[in-house]
Structure formats: structure tokens, C-alpha cells
């Protein structure tokens, strides 16, 4: 047997014993699965990617021994330095996701076939690397005029103008909304810093924040996400957030480094903000994976609409829009699906790996009758860093609430 797989094989043993000694089982398992399909993925390509030189041979084995460090530190959840991020964090996760990409070639390999471009999957999750590692800034137009869109999907559209000149009484309500930062290996402290500078920078009405501001490596400590959301004080009453699904793994401590950027989370309850734009109605969903149509409709009952103020919902799930009761909602803003991760939206085009296999809305704006929802790309992500065009996402909103009696051009 070759020593690389049995390296490996005991590598394998060590990180998955370490993450139910140090963690718990529902991780070890994980952890487990993860590895298995990673560790059976390189023992199969690499015979043949070792052929191609020493260089390779030696970059391999490096690859391969950083991912199964991470992995081990990943389940002691200690926040690592700059250096071990470069040198460990870094070319484990691009090989965790070349080992993925790169199964198809494993079980040719496996079955004696010649391979055609071994290095292919490779190139692609370095190209997923480097797009994963950076924001694209854009302004996205919404209009809510109150037509009926029929039953859920996706509704870009471009926008269309008033007849008569907008004057600012009737100005667009801009919103920054910051989603599933992931502070960690991907998300430095400095880079989330120069996003929530720019976020202020931009002078919004509101900054909304829809969940998962953490990752495993960052949840020792309320204090790097504390100074990383730092600059959204200088909006203080005007910046919201709600938790998302991996926020549910350390509360206390996102809801202490939320309150020390003066960051107000909303819980299952609503708040009204008297805005220069007009009167708003911000209400605030926890995330729950079951029983989500009951919840909802409990937080709406609770919080009903109020006459003349935009209704605004934040939502961490987009799956859990079709929940939430008609009318309930002007416009909803959530996360959570990264974008779809891999897709086409990099040449223009809507598509994702989540819309052709699901129903669930990926990115972008999307109605259900005249509900509204914006499904934000993502600041960051969590785990591989696999966007393959599918860009993350650092936008300015500016929603165009339609008067009734404003006649519209087509």
C-alpha cells in the first residue's frame, strides 16, 4: 500500500478522534464524512497526478497533511494567526475542495482509465479560492408597486421609471445589508472592518444584517467580531440584525459583540424607526429548522402591520419565505444560500447549482403575490471556499416604494 495512503488513513483517524474527543458526535460524524469522501478522493488521483514530477509529489503530500491539520485544530475551535492561515488554513481548504471536484477523475482512475486534464478541478477551485476571497460592489434597484406577482419566483426585472419627475420626498429608502460574514479564515478582522466602513461610508438609511457572523475558528472570543462591526456604531439606531442559522452555535457571544457595535438584534420581535425617508417597520426573525410556518405566523400576529410604514422582515432562510403569510411582508431581506456558490452569474447569467436543483431562492429578488424578497449573495461563506461564479456581494439597496396613484412607464 502506498505510504501516502496510509499516512493518510491514520491522519483520518487521529482528526476524527480529536473531533469527538474535543467537540461532539454530530461533528465527529461530520467531520468523518467529510474526510472519508476527501481522503478516498486523493488516494485514487494521486498515483497519477505523482507521475508528473516530484514537485507535484511533494505539493501533494503538503496539500494533503495541511487539510488533515486543519481539520484537527478546526475541531479544538482556537482562532488561528495570520501565518497558520496562509500556510495551513488556506491550501486545505482549496485541496478540500479540489478533492470534491476532482471525484469524477478519482473513479476513472479507479477504473484504469487514462485521464484527461487531471489538473482541471484543481484550477477550478483556485479560481473559486481567489473569487471567494473578495466583495463585488454594486447598487441593486428595487420597486415595490404593489402588483401581484403570482406564485414564487424570481422577479428581476429592470426597473421601471416614473412618469412624473421623483422628487426627494420620494427618493429610494437605501439600505446596506451585510450577510453571513463568517468571520475566520476567509473573513479577517480587518477585511470585515473595511466592509462595515465602506457600509457607513455610504450613508444609508439602514444597515440590516441577516446572520452567521461566525465560524467554528471564530467563536472563542466576542472581541474579533466586536472590533470587526466597530464602525457600524456611528449609526447607532439605525442598524438591525437577526441570527441565522450557525449563530445558534454561540448566541451569547454574537449577541454581546452585537451590542457592543451598538448593533441592535431582533429576535422574534419588531421595531418601528421614524427614518428622513418616512416611518419603517423592521421585523426580526430568528431562524429555526423546523415548525417554521408556525413561527412565523406567531411573529406576525405579534407584530401586526402598522398603517403607513414600510414593512421590512429579515429572514435569514430565503426557504422560509413561502412561510411567511401573504401580505405580511413589503419586502424581506435574507441570505444563508451564499448565492448558490457555483453558477453563472459572473457572465450574466441567473443560474446556480441550488436553482437547477431546487426550488429555493439563491440569489436576487424574488415575489410571491405582492411580498418581496431580496436574497443577498453573502460577505463571506463558510467552509470551502468554493465560488465559482457566484461572486460574494457588498450592495447598496435602494428600494422605490411606488405611489398608488403614480402612473408608470413600461
Not at 426573525?285 to 414593512?311: I, M, Q
Not at 412561510?323 to 444560500?337: F, R
Request: hydrophobic share 45%.
Amino acid at each position: 500500500m502506498r505510504a501516502f495512503v496510509v499516512v493518510s488513513a491514520a491522519a483520518y483517524v487521529a482528526t476524527v478522534a480529536m473531533a469527538l474527543l474535543y467537540r461532539h458526535r454530530f461533528f465527529a460524524i461530520f467531520a468523518g464524512v467529510i474526510l472519508g469522501i476527501h481522503l478516498l478522493s486523493t488516494a485514487l488521483i494521486e498515483p497519477t497526478l505523482s507521475g508528473y514530477g516530484l514537485p507535484i509529489e511533494i505539493g501533494l503530500w503538503y496539500a494533503q497533511l495541511a487539510t488533515f491539520v486543519y481539520f484537527f485544530r478546526f475541531g479544538r475551535s482556537t482562532s488561528p494567526s495570520w501565518p497558520y492561515r496562509v500556510f495551513v488554513s488556506w491550501p486545505a481548504s482549496w485541496f478540500s475542495v479540489s478533492s470534491y471536484l476532482a471525484l469524477p477523475w478519482a473513479v476513472a482512475a479507479a477504473l484504469g482509465f487514462s485521464l484527461w486534464a487531471p489538473f482541471l478541478p484543481f484550477a477550478v477551485a483556485a479560481f473559486g479560492f481567489m473569487q471567494s476571497s473578495f466583495t463585488r460592489r454594486e447598487k441593486r434597484r428595487i420597486l415595490l408597486d404593489g402588483t401581484d406577482a403570482g406564485p414564487l419566483g424570481r422577479h428581476e426585472h429592470r426597473i421601471r421609471t416614473f412618469v412624473r419627475t421623483i422628487s426627494e420626498e420620494h427618493r429610494p429608502l437605501r439600505i446596506v445589508q451585510i450577510s453571513d460574514p463568517h468571520l475566520g479564515p476567509f473573513m479577517s478582522e480587518k477585511r470585515l472592518y473595511e466592509i462595515c466602513e465602506r457600509a457607513v461610508a455610504e450613508k444609508p438609511d439602514l444597515i440590516l444584517l441577516t446572520g452567521d457572523f461566525l465560524t467554528v475558528e471564530s467563536q472563542s472570543s466576542p472581541d474579533p467580531l466586536a472590533r470587526s462591526l466597530a464602525p457600524l456604531s456611528a449609526m447607532k439606531g439605525r442598524v438591525f440584525a437577526c441570527f441565522g442559522n450557525h449563530d445558534h452555535e454561540c448566541p451569547e457571544l454574537i449577541d454581546d459583540a452585537l451590542r457592543r457595535a451598538d448593533v441592535e438584534l431582533l429576535l422574534d420581535r419588531a421595531v418601528n424607526v421614524d427614518l428622513p425617508w418616512g416611518p419603517v417597520q423592521i421585523v426580526g426573525a430568528d431562524h429555526r429548522f423546523r415548525k417554521r410556518k408556525e413561527a412565523l405566523t406567531a411573529l406576525a400576529r405579534a407584530h401586526p402591520r402598522e398603517e403607513g410604514r414600510l414593512r421590512l422582515w429579515l429572514l435569514h432562510d430565503p426557504g422560509a419565505f413561502e412561510h411567511l403569510p401573504e401580505g405580511e411582508a413589503d419586502l424581506v431581506l435574507s441570505g444563508h444560500t451564499h448565492g448558490g456558490h457555483v453558477g453563472l452569474l459572473s457572465i450574466g447569467l441567473p443560474h446556480t447549482i441550488v436553482s437547477a436543483a431546487t426550488s429555493m431562492p439563491d440569489h436576487g429578488l424574488w415575489a410571491r403575490g405582492r411580498d418581496r424578497l431580496y436574497v443577498h449573495r453573502g460577505t463571506g461563506h463558510y467552509g470551502f471556499p468554493l465560488r465559482v461564479g457566484v461572486p460574494a456581494e457588498e450592495s447598496v439597496l435602494e428600494v422605490y416604494v411606488a405611489a398608488p396613484s403614480a402612473p408608470m412607464s413600461p
